[in-house]
């Protein structure tokens, strides 16, 4: 028997690079659970702090009289299988650490310069896209230091892989990763005015909404991690999906 809850947070972020200054933040956050526990199991679930969760949506096993008198205590019932506990936003929270340097020139000559500087957390999935315009045609002498990049008539798109697939922390030791190059196109080009920046980090979760406790009964055995006798094997795990847009 088992009972899996995976924390994701979606942050968006609006940013101006020549001040480094996010002028938009947007936070959210969604906590998803696989059950497969026998019986008729009870879960409280403990989350903190309670004043990171607002507007909360919850899934209908949820106890409604334990969440409001005690912001925090997820009290629930689980179905069988995969579904969504909750759902919720963050209040505004500004200067929020990424963890990722992000600096993005543009030129009147339509020379470009993008360098990402990694800081301390492992990334995932890291992807640089501009947006492109049809004024634009293409680009020349493009150079990434690391990764492969594309171009099509809407985007620019730079994939950056990680240093090693299961361990390691990217960019680790460098001072950043670069592409350069220029754009061409018409006498009256328009030139990119946004570059968006996507990536996921595992184990950090933006909201800061942690689990202080997770339990379980009502399942005819001893509450924690199996031991060979038909345990309740109980997991947490958090993720941030992150996405940032830089205006030119």
């Given at each position: 028997?088992?009972?899996?809850?995976?924390?994701?947070?979606?942050?968006?972020?609006?940013?101006?690079?020549?001040?480094?200054?996010?002028?938009?933040?947007?936070?959210?956050?969604?906590?998803?659970?696989?059950s497969?526990?026998?019986?008729s199991?009870?879960?409280?679930?403990?989350?903190?702090?309670?004043?990171?969760?607002?507007?909360?949506?919850?899934?209908?096993?949820?106890?409604?009289s334990?969440?409001?008198?005690?912001?925090?205590?997820?009290?629930?019932?689980?179905?069988?299988?995969?579904?969504?506990?909750?759902?919720?936003?963050?209040?505004?929270?500004?200067?929020?650490?990424?963890a990722?340097?992000?600096?993005?020139?543009?030129?009147?000559?339509?020379?470009?310069?993008?360098?990402?500087?990694?800081?301390?957390?492992?990334?995932?999935?890291?992807?640089?896209?501009?947006?492109?315009?049809?004024?634009?045609?293409?680009?020349?002498?493009?150079?990434?230091?690391?990764?492969?990049?594309?171009?099509?008539?809407?985007?620019?798109?730079?994939?950056?892989?990680?240093?090693?697939?299961?361990?390691?922390?990217?960019?680790?030791?460098?001072?950043?990763?670069?592409?350069?190059?220029?754009?061409?196109?018409?006498?009256?080009?328009?030139?990119?005015?946004?570059?968006?920046?996507?990536?996921?980090?595992?184990?950090?979760?933006?909201?800061?909404?942690?689990?202080?406790?997770?339990?379980?009964?009502?399942?005819?055995?001893?509450?924690?991690?199996?031991?060979?006798?038909?345990?309740?094997?109980?997991?947490?795990?958090?993720?941030t999906?992150?996405?940032?847009?830089?205006?030119?």
């Open positions: 028997m088992k009972l899996h809850c995976h924390r994701t947070s979606l942050l968006n972020l609006l940013v101006i690079p020549r001040k480094g200054k996010q002028i938009s933040t947007i936070l959210s956050g969604v906590i998803n659970c696989t497969k526990l026998s019986l199991p009870d879960v409280t679930l403990a989350l903190s702090p309670p004043g990171s969760i607002a507007i909360p949506s919850f899934h209908p096993c949820v106890r409604l334990r969440w409001a008198p005690s912001p925090g205590t997820v009290s629930f019932v689980p179905p069988d299988g995969v579904f969504t506990l909750l759902d919720y936003e963050t209040p505004d929270i500004n200067n929020i650490d990424i990722l340097r992000i600096e993005a020139k543009l030129e009147d000559t339509a020379e470009f310069e993008i360098r990402l500087t990694p800081g301390g957390k492992k990334l995932d999935d890291l992807i640089v896209i501009i947006p492109l315009n049809s004024t634009i045609t293409g680009t020349t002498n493009t150079r990434p230091s690391r990764g492969d990049f594309s171009t099509t008539s809407k985007s620019l798109t730079w994939t950056i892989p990680n240093d090693k697939a299961s361990a390691g922390v990217l960019g680790a030791g460098r001072p950043g990763y670069v592409l350069k190059g220029q754009f061409t196109g018409d006498e009256d080009i328009i030139l990119p005015s946004d570059v968006v920046v996507r990536f996921t980090c595992e184990g950090w979760l933006a909201s800061g909404v942690t689990v202080g406790g997770l339990r379980v009964t009502g399942t005819g055995v001893a509450d924690g991690v199996g031991t060979g006798r038909g345990g309740v094997y109980k997991g947490v795990k958090g993720i999906n992150v996405e940032v847009t830089v205006r030119l």
